[in-house]
């Protein structure tokens, strides 16, 4: 089988999982960030297969959306020796997928991820910002229930994983700040970062015109 065939293989595991999601972790997002580590990818000369296969994979086994994340681990580590990738390969690529997530730089010791996984990285932080990360975030917190905004409650600072994922003590508007405002100065590529300088500039402008509109100063 070759690369070509593989990946679409990875295409069609990826489609299976994650085409009912309803928290704005859809097979479309899942396409973005395929496109987007495609196009840094090229800039910066990574394995093409690692990168597109973490790309499709990354969110299948997500503590966040799945019940049994160790479980999906060893489902993914099957399907990719199934194809035919060598041990190595699925190494890194369940690396990357386990490890690129915000929640992992809470920790006092980060992991470090390789070329792949930053590119992979880079196209997924991007997918949560600007007027995409927009329509996630209020779209997520309103699957879970969120408040929208309360001004008393002020954006916490410092949080383990287990505080940032206590959603009681969150608010939609204040996970721009908890997260979504830093990822644009979290970006490993030359190309990422340029492209979420816009991004930025973006979800600033939505915050000031949000809390403009909520205050009645328009």
Sequence with gaps: MDTTEQIQKIHDFSYSKMETDRTGHNFDHIERVVKMATRIANEEKSDKLIT?????????????LVDDPAKLELEISNFLKSIGLNEKQVEEILFITHNLSFSK??????????????????ADRLDAIGALGIT???????????????????????????????????????????????????????????????????????????????????
Excluded at 160 to 171: G, M, P, Q, S, V
């Design 105 to 122: 730089t809470l920790s006092d010791n980060p992991p470090k991820l390789t070329l792949a996984g930053k590119i992979v990285q880079d």
């Design 136 to 218: 996630r975030a209020v779209y997520y917190g309103g699957v879970y229930e969120e408040v929208i905004y309360d001004p008393d409650i002020k954006p916490r600072e410092n949080m383990t994983k287990n505080e940032y994922r206590n959603l009681d003590n969150e608010t939609i508007i204040n996970h721009f700040y908890e997260k979504l405002l830093k990822l644009a100065g979290m970006m490993n590529t030359p190309t990422a970062k340029k492209i979420a300088d816009e991004r930025q500039k973006f979800m600033i402008g939505f915050l000031d015109e949000f809390k403009a509109e909520w205050n009645l100063e328009k």
């Design 52 to 64: 597109l296969a973490a790309a499709y994979l990354h969110d299948v086994a997500d503590d966040k």
